[in-house]
């Protein structure tokens, strides 16, 4: 079948399978590697993509129902101007070690910092559980996501 | 051009939190694995996997699998009679692929290339076998029973890299075991006034490195090519040219970023069966990992322990006798250098007047077992431990004290034969005990407990690097290091910089490709800093000696480098190009290793809720005793990634089989800790002592937490009130536990 959608800013058509997966159809036809296949079960956030701006789990969500929508990935958010803050910070936090994570990782931060709902770093550990890490013992992540949020 | 010559006498690249090399890559997905990667006519290959833990195969039937379209080919065991096709680099015993048996829930049966994932899936389902159930071996105590049904026949064949000494005959089940004896082990055990006996039981884990097992093998006239998530692609190559009969230059093994380790991606796993999937198809193939599949590729040895501790009335430590079985599963994989560096920690850094030792590596049909960050140390110590804060409890004294009076000081012998103590324990334990608040007045159901231990780490201390220095003043650093997280590119970066004086910015030092990157032996055991460290070092070290050789002074300005160079070469082209060795000062043996003890020491605070057996984390402190941190910030996170590892090794993590079978084979039912596991307080003390033989002082990291934090934690809760003797301390294990105390009248809050 064939779908219409926006892929980091840039209009796409194409045919997918009705039960392809919107990770394979961004890693696999349009190239964007940066969303990695990690528990398949929408468990460990590393296949986080924004779809319409609010973070979903590519490995569980079909390429089908992501038409119309506005499909943003880390190589998309990479292009922003507003991404130099969060490159910055995550570096000088040492917020990553692998990296296998990090794009998902990025992708919800994104998303919520957007929302303004991050007022204290309990709600950050709240909001971050859905993404997982294995390397950093999260302190990292967590002083990098308190300093974007302006959050003590 | 910015480049700086500095004076090496005065370090300005070490100790310093340099920004991480990869952190753009990586910030941007940008950074490469190995399933990120496209090889031309590459194929998929996907793998049908034993539905049953014990059986002969009956019959493989592929023809319907063949007829589907899109699929190349389909290998079974029939397919590798022209090779002699079993491997493990510590016993040769595991098959390519199954062959007339299987041996674990999960071994892999057969293998499907195809033009797509989809029609690689499909044929996996098409394939029928049908198998004749045997009787299953399904724990260790069932393995060592008295006729037990043996999971491998015949005698052991030595892998290329044992280290283990001569082979025993096959004895049952029992595929190794390491024995140390010392003193009068029963008379000092008769006059002891404190016994503390026990049976512990330990579980089996899954190290989740996030990235699973992925490997793409392409094999051509001259040459096979490997891109894989492997640690060690040096050992993986003369696996793969052992078992393929070429010569080790005729393999190449690649290795891109890698998504995590932890001891998971150490020693061959996945390449043989891409390799030989590749050879039959004639095309590269890529096989990759689901979770469920990467579980059953390897996880950290269950294990059941019996020990008892003895010691005097006022708790002077005195001997210690340890008997533990560990489940390898159905083939070695490391099981015997686990099984030996745990034997190792079981007495831990005490002054005995006898110890006795006795471990043995048992084969299962679960999956098999192989290496896990801080393996054998996170086995022994939290047992060890609790039962020295048992002997405290019962003398009356502070376990901090009872550790000051009983640890062993720099220089004293840990084993007999191998290195004497290298650190400074006792200001370790110190440290973090008061980063938990020792001695602080506690609340009812808090409670605090630290724990002591050593790793024998460094492995076999062999590497090799190469630094070129350009004619642009900028430096490539080749050294076959795998960087899966840890830091060693930024690590190389600063010491090649120190030494030839440049930026740690104008050093580039990129992944492992055995064709171009020289020798190094592995990426674990915590060696990389020391030891392939000290090879960047002494490569770099090299070149700076060119350059003053060329100037014909060791005084060399910053403006001076480029000129230098052109004046050597004529032209603006050209390169210096310095060597760096390591290699064992006496034999390398593991008798009389290790390169350095790794430091496993941690302290935890916690608070137990009896309503629902909860435990919460207040405070954890891990000691870094580093020697020298190349890299501060680094060190931090390795040990803060290794107390979260242990939080969910202590608290929650469990592969729960049944006859065999793993039950809880998804991220849905094998918790890892999340954001909200962080302790309350996460601190980790770097000691740095300069007593490490690696470059500067330094020495490895990063494991010792693992082995340290969930110790502490079980003597936290025994402090608490609750004694424990299995891990992990869920909830419902500990408020059972405490219902049983209350019954005993042991309660007491």
């Not at chain 2, 290699?583 to 009896?610: K, M, N, Q, R």
Request: with cysteine; charged share 25%; hydrophobic share 40%.
């Amino acid at each position: 079948m064939e779908i219409a959608l926006s892929v980091n800013g840039r209009e796409i058509v194409r045919d997918v399978e009705p039960q392809e997966l919107l990770l394979d159809f961004l890693r696999d036809s349009l190239a964007l590697t940066g969303a990695k296949r990690s528990c398949d079960v929408q468990v460990c956030g590393a296949c986080t993509v924004l779809l319409d701006g609010l973070p979903v789990s590519s490995c569980c969500f079909l390429a089908a129902d992501a038409a119309g929508s506005e499909v943003t990935t880390i190589e998309g958010l990479a292009e922003r101007p507003e991404f130099e803050r969060l490159e910055e910070i995550f570096t000088r936090h040492a917020a990553l070690q692998c990296g296998f994570c990090t794009p998902g990782m990025l992708l919800t931060v994104k998303a919520l910092l957007e929302d303004g709902e991050l007022e204290s770093k309990e709600e950050i550990k709240r909001s971050l559980a859905g993404n997982l890490c294995r390397c950093t013992g999260y302190r990292g992540i967590l002083e990098a996501v308190a300093e974007l949020a302006a959050v003590e | 051009m910015t480049t700086t010559v500095r004076e090496t006498a005065t370090r300005t690249q070490i100790g310093r939190s340099q920004p991480r090399r990869d952190a753009r890559e990586k910030l941007r997905g940008e950074a490469e694995f190995v399933g990120d990667l496209l090889v031309p006519r590459m194929l998929h290959g996907k793998v049908l996997r034993s539905p049953i833990a014990h059986g002969r195969i009956v019959s493989i039937d592929t023809s319907a699998a063949e007829k589907i379209p899109g699929v190349v080919c389909i290998l079974t065991g029939a397919d590798l009679r022209d090779l002699d096709p079993y491997y493990g680099h510590a016993i040769k015993d595991r098959p390519i692929i199954a062959i007339d048996k299987v041996r674990f829930h999960g071994e892999q049966v057969a293998a499907v290339a195809a033009e797509t994932p989809a029609a690689a899936a499909a044929a996996v389902e098409a394939i029928v076998a049908e198998y004749e159930e045997l009787p299953v071996v399904a724990t260790v105590t069932d393995a060592v029973a008295d006729g037990a049904p043996l999971v491998n026949e015949g005698d052991a064949r030595p892998g290329l890299f044992h280290g283990l000494g001569e082979l025993p005959p096959r004895d049952g089940n029992v595929c190794y075991r390491y024995r140390i004896d010392r003193g009068e082990l029963e008379a000092v055990f008769a006059r002891a006034e404190i016994v503390v006996e026990g049976v512990y039981s330990f579980p089996a884990v899954y190290q989740y490195a996030m990235e699973t097992h992925t490997v793409i093998a392409q094999v051509e006239v001259e040459e096979i090519t490997v891109w894989a998530t492997c640690q060690h692609p040096f050992l993986v190559r003369a696996e793969i040219a052992d078992l393929f009969h070429v010569p080790v230059a005729s393999v190449r093994i690649v290795v891109p970023y890698l998504g995590g380790g932890f001891g998971s991606k150490s020693y061959t796993k996945m390449e043989p069966l891409t390799v030989a999937l590749a050879r039959k198809a004639g095309r590269p193939v890529r096989i990759q990992n689901r979770v469920a599949e990467s579980m059953v590729t390897t996880r950290r040895h269950n294990m059941h322990c019996r020990m008892r501790t003895a010691a005097t009335a006022d708790g002077r430590l005195l001997a210690r006798d340890v008997e533990c079985l560990f489940d390898t599963g159905a083939y070695a994989d490391n099981g015997p250098r686990v099984v030996a560096t745990a034997g190792d920690a079981a007495p831990g850094p005490y002054r005995w007047a006898a110890y006795r030792v006795d471990a043995s590596c048992v084969y299962t049909n679960l999956a098999p077992a192989g290496s896990y960050r801080a393996f054998g140390a996170a086995h022994l110590q939290w047992i060890g431990e609790s039962q020295v804060d048992e002997v405290a409890r019962r003398a009356g004294a502070d376990p901090l004290e009872v550790r000051r009076q009983n640890l062993l000081t720099p220089g004293e012998e840990v084993r007999p034969g191998g290195k004497p103590l290298d650190a400074d324990l006792v200001g370790d334990v110190e440290k973090v005990a008061a980063a938990v608040g020792w001695g602080e007045e506690k609340p009812p159901l808090v409670g605090r407990g630290v724990s002591v231990g050593l790793l024998a780490a460094g492995a076999h201390p062999v590497s090799s690097a190469v630094c070129r220095l350009e004619a642009d003043g900028r430096v490539i650093v080749l050294v076959g290091t795998t960087e899966l997280g840890q830091g060693p590119r930024t690590a190389f970066a600063q010491i090649a910089a120190e030494e030839i004086g440049v930026e740690p910015d104008h050093v580039t030092v990129r992944g492992a490709d055995t064709r171009f990157t020289p020798y190094d032996r592995s990426t674990g055991a915590s060696r990389s800093t020391t030891i392939a460290g000290l090879a960047v070092q002494r490569a770099a070290a090299d070149v700076r000696a060119q350059l003053e050789a060329i100037a014909g002074t060791t005084e060399i300005e910053s403006s001076e480098l480029l000129g230098l160079m052109r004046k050597h070469f004529g032209f603006a082209g050209g390169e210096l190009i310095g060597r760096g060795e390591v290699a064992p000062l006496g034999t390398g043996s593991y008798a009389e290793g290790p390169v350095f003890w790794e430091v496993c020491v941690g302290a935890a605070e916690i608070e137990v809720d009896p309503e629902t057996g909860f435990v919460h984390l207040r405070r954890t402190a891990t000691a870094a005793d580093v020697g020298r941190a190349i890299n501060p910030q680094l060190v931090e996170r390795q040990d803060e990634g290794a107390t979260l590892q242990g939080i969910g090794n202590a608290l929650f993590e469990e592969m729960v089989y049944e006859d065999g079978l793993l039950l809880n084979d998804t991220l849905l039912d094998y918790r890892v800790p999340s954001f909200e596991d962080l302790p309350d307080e996460m601190t980790c003390v770097i000691v740095e002592n300069a007593d490490g033989p690696g470059p500067y002082g330094a020495k490895g990291c990063g494991e010792g937490a693992l082995a340290a934090v969930p110790a502490a934690i079980v003597n936290a809760l025994a402090d608490a009130g609750v004694p424990m003797s299995e891990l992990p301390l869920t909830p419902e294990r500990v408020w059972r536990r405490i219902q049983e105390l209350k019954k005993e009248g042991k309660w007491v809050q």
